[in-house]
């Protein structure tokens, strides 16, 4: 059964730092791109940011560029989401997301991170 | 970006109904359209990827359609179990662009 559990979130203050981790298991992770996306309170869903299964290619929402960063171990099966300059508007839930090549579309969900900026 | 425009936002149904809602893209997006399924606090599950193509497990109440820029979800016979919100996805170009959702709420 495939299975992608985050962890990492909390209560952190505007300006902070958090670090997200997300362990996948019942597939081969290093196959796989991945993906964090985000849902605030009552709110949509937003794509943060994308890392390919090597690494090679990374893409993030102009939200967060310049602040978040991921990353990922293979020999680990886990997923990284390094936020930093954390902003009140960055509460929220935050997911990942495995991407199915070639469809490119987010086939498995973890059960989402929540993360709150608030001072 | 490409923006991604979901009608209606809300709809109000009834369990037998057939339900259709519209997902419109800013630009073409070649057929590149998922539709996803969430319920209160739950993650989203995937339903449809390519516009058209039922996920696996997904039942065939569920159907996809459109090209270019105009994409809809049909669920016919709806079910109390279908009652969630539904999101359309961009995945032509990064970034991955999300529609604001349509809410199904019952009579």
């Known amino acids: 059964e495939v299975q992608l559990v985050e962890s990492g979130g909390g209560l952190v203050q505007p300006g902070r730092s958090l670090k997200l981790s997300c362990v996948a298991s019942?597939?081969?992770?290093?196959?796989?791109?991945m993906n964090w996306i985000r849902q605030a309170p009552g709110k949509g869903l937003e794509w943060v940011a994308y890392?390919?299964?090597?690494?090679?290619?990374?893409y993030y929402a102009e939200t967060v560029k310049g602040r978040f960063t991921i990353s990922r171990d293979n020999a680990k099966n886990t997923l990284y989401l390094q936020m930093t300059s954390l902003r009140s508007e960055d509460t929220a839930l935050y997911y990942c997301?495995?991407?199915?090549?070639?469809?490119?579309?987010?086939?498995?969900w973890g059960q989402g991170a929540s993360v709150t900026v608030s001072s | 970006d490409i923006q991604m425009t979901q009608s209606p936002s809300s709809l109000s149904v009834s369990l037998g109904d057939n339900v259709t809602f519209t997902c419109e893209a800013s630009?073409?997006?070649?057929?590149?359209l998922a539709w996803y399924q969430q319920k209160l606090g739950k993650a989203p599950k995937l339903l449809i990827y390519?516009?058209?193509n039922l996920e696996d497990g997904v039942p065939t109440r569920f159907s996809g359609s459109g090209s270019w820029t105009n994409y809809s979800l049909t669920i016919s016979s709806l079910e109390p179990e279908d009652i969630a919100t539904y999101y359309c996805?961009?995945?032509?170009?990064?970034?991955?662009?999300f529609g604001a959702g349509t809410k199904l709420e019952l009579k």
């Open positions: 997301a495995r991407r199915s090549s070639p469809r490119g579309v987010m086939d498995a």
């Open positions: 019942g597939f081969t992770f290093s196959n796989y791109g």
């Open positions: 890392i390919s299964s090597g690494s090679s290619y990374i």
């Open positions: 630009e073409n997006i070649y057929g590149f």
């Open positions: 390519g516009a058209t």
């Open positions: 996805q961009n995945n032509h170009v990064y970034p991955d662009t």
